[in-house]
């Protein structure tokens, strides 16, 4: 793939066109490293995800409101190791685009599309564990396996629209050299698109975890001194530590995730640094590399999914209609 010249010239992605990109030089063993590395990475994100997958799916005891949301972000994070990691490490390692103008919006939409979804699952999972912990006695009334499973398919629907209406709005603009894949936007978009895809639902996740914590915490005491004084626990009492317990994981999940997503928002308004530095690699790669933490956060807190994984790695019970 990568065009060879002296070493003491200078390497062009297209030599034949006056305006391609200059291609960074590397070693062989700098090459296979790289290679290996994020060929495993991806391999890596899309096996623990399909895994994740094939638990909800195949197992009906885990077809609850909680895991379709789960599910859908698991679908997200597995596209992601799937596609938009393998496109990308090439990328970084050639330091130039080969497959085309097409292709690059092609691939920006389907990244942006994923990013979005991803956070909107997470706002979903904020709403559904608010409800479960503060509202515990209109949960099942109010969240439904069906009505969940079709606020999933709007959600993906509107990142879908959104997507696609940023990729056109950015359609005309040039890139500054031939042989790159960006996205080139003016300020106030960068601005809004912040407000829309990360700062506006950051500020309901942050403020529905706060009071299921609170809640949590308050319903976690009262259990405990019922516990201390000898009592029984009633099966709601029960229950709600459960959700507890689940509210916690999934703001762990959360807390990963901004972890992951700030620094990225950050530098778009850093005019300084260029979105091609090793820096903004850096950055860019910490997104993705949560698609491959999120499974392995549910194996650390979830006993269900050890369990189903174990059925599914052995055979032992994955084919049996029970």
Not at 86 to 112: S, V
Not at 236 to 251: D, I, N, Y
């Amino acid at each position: 793939m990568a065009y060879e010249t002296e070493d003491h010239e200078t390497q062009y992605c297209f030599p034949a066109i006056n305006s391609s990109c200059i291609k960074t030089k590397r070693s062989t063993h700098e090459y296979n490293i790289m290679y290996v590395f994020f060929s495993l990475l991806s391999v890596w994100t899309v096996f623990l995800n399909l895994l994740v997958i094939i638990s909800i799916c195949h197992f009906k005891k885990l077809h609850t409101p909680t895991n379709m949301l789960i599910l859908s972000l698991a679908v997200a994070d597995l596209l992601i190791g799937l596609i938009v990691m393998p496109f990308e490490a090439i990328k970084l390692i050639e330091t130039c685009w080969y497959f085309g103008n097409t292709i690059c919006k092609l691939l920006l939409l389907i990244l942006g599309l994923l990013l979005s979804t991803s956070l909107s699952n997470l706002v979903l999972i904020a709403v559904d564990r608010y409800v479960a912990v503060c509202h515990p006695l209109l949960y099942p009334q109010k969240i439904t396996t069906t009505r969940t499973i079709i606020i999933i398919c709007v959600s993906w629907f509107c990142s879908t629209v959104y997507n696609i209406s940023i990729v056109i709005t950015t359609s005309q603009k040039r890139y500054t050299c031939y042989g790159e894949c960006t996205i080139m936007t003016n300020f106030a978009l960068t601005i809004i698109d912040m407000f829309l895809s990360f700062l506006f639902p950051c500020t309901i996740i942050i403020t529905l975890y706060l009071r299921i914590f609170y809640v949590a915490h308050q319903q976690v005491k009262v259990i405990n001194s019922l516990m201390r004084s000898g009592k029984h626990l009633t099966e709601g009492s029960v229950r709600r530590k459960s959700e507890s317990k689940a509210a916690l994981t999934l703001g762990i999940i959360v807390t990963v995730y901004l972890f992951c997503w700030i620094p990225y928002y950050s530098l778009t308004l850093t005019p300084n640094i260029s979105m091609t530095s090793i820096i903004a690699y850096f950055i860019l790669w910490m997104m993705y590399i949560n698609s491959g933490l999120n499974p392995l956060i549910y194996a650390i807190f979830y006993p269900w999914l050890r369990t189903s994984v174990k059925h599914i790695l052995n055979l032992s019970k994955i084919f049996k209609p029970a």
